[in-house]
């Protein structure tokens, strides 16, 4: 009777030990809840204990992590459409407003913050040319940005560390006029699909003459100038 009094003690204990202990890896944070309020913030890696039925631990990692995001589709100050993806690479920066913005789920995370950069990019494109969002200098453009993205994910408990764009294309079916092209684009190839080729010259300097003023329907963004006649007729010329 003694013997199993004192077994049923040494089981109790043991499982009070184990419920005070947790473990939290290099890369991860944890805090800890005494009925459901945080009452323990940052607790870094290591060994740590907690008092067992009353208290539990929830650990999160702090490591970076990607979030992808669905073409979305902007107007330039032009009025043109311009279809734009992202992904963005950020961190738990506050581990505590983290579990209380989202529960400690990465999905709703992820769900709230898509939000943020897009209306911040929005923003951004909203107030450039085509040209410039195609051609420009998109690590300025992200630069601009990453203050107030900063400022939405930081009610998140979120830092993030870098912001990569896309600019999307519809889809094209690839037929036989399909073919690869691998033009020089200011100093550095690039290997790129296009639907159709007609014909392939190859310009002097001097046949190169500015480009004159175009219709307003004709986006002449992208024309640098106009060569001198072949067979009979002009060639608009992309300096890129």
């Known amino acids: 009777m003694k013997f199993s009094a004192w077994m049923s003690a040494l089981v109790v204990g043991l499982m ?4 005070s202990v947790y473990v939290v ?24 204990f907690k008092l067992p039925m009353i208290e539990s631990a929830r650990v999160f990692d702090r490591r970076l992590m990607v979030l992808a995001a669905e073409p979305e589709r902007y107007l330039t100050s032009e009025k043109k459409d311009v ?3 992202f992904f963005a690479i950020g961190r738990i920066e506050n581990v505590r407003d ?28 909203n107030s450039r040319t085509l040209q410039e969002v195609v051609s420009g200098d998109r690590t300025e453009l992200i630069a601009k940005q990453m203050a107030p993205i900063n400022s939405g994910a930081s009610t998140l408990g979120i830092k993030i560390v870098d912001l990569r764009l896309k600019l999307g294309c ?28 007609a014909d392939v010259v190859e310009l002097a300097g001097n046949t190169i003459r500015p480009a004159p003023q175009l ?9 640098t100038g106009i060569c001198l006649p072949i067979d009979g007729g002009f060639s608009a010329y992309s300096g890129v």
């Open 215 to 223: 219709n307003a329907n004709i986006d002449a963004g992208f024309i």
């Open 98 to 125: 983290f579990y209380r913005a989202t529960g400690g789920d990465e999905s709703a995370a992820a769900d709230r913050l898509a939000p943020i950069i897009k209306d911040s990019l929005r923003n951004e494109i």
């Open 16 to 19: 009070l030990l184990l419920g």
């Open 25 to 48: 890896s290099e890369g991860q944070a944890a805090i800890v809840l005494n009925l459901g309020k945080v009452v323990r913030n940052d607790i870094g890696p290591g060994l740590h």
């Open 170 to 197: 519809d889809s094209a079916e690839y037929n036989d006029f399909t073919v690869v092209i691998v033009p020089n684009v200011r100093g550095r190839v690039v290997g790129a699909v296009v639907g159709h080729v």
């Open 83 to 85: 279809s734009v993806d």
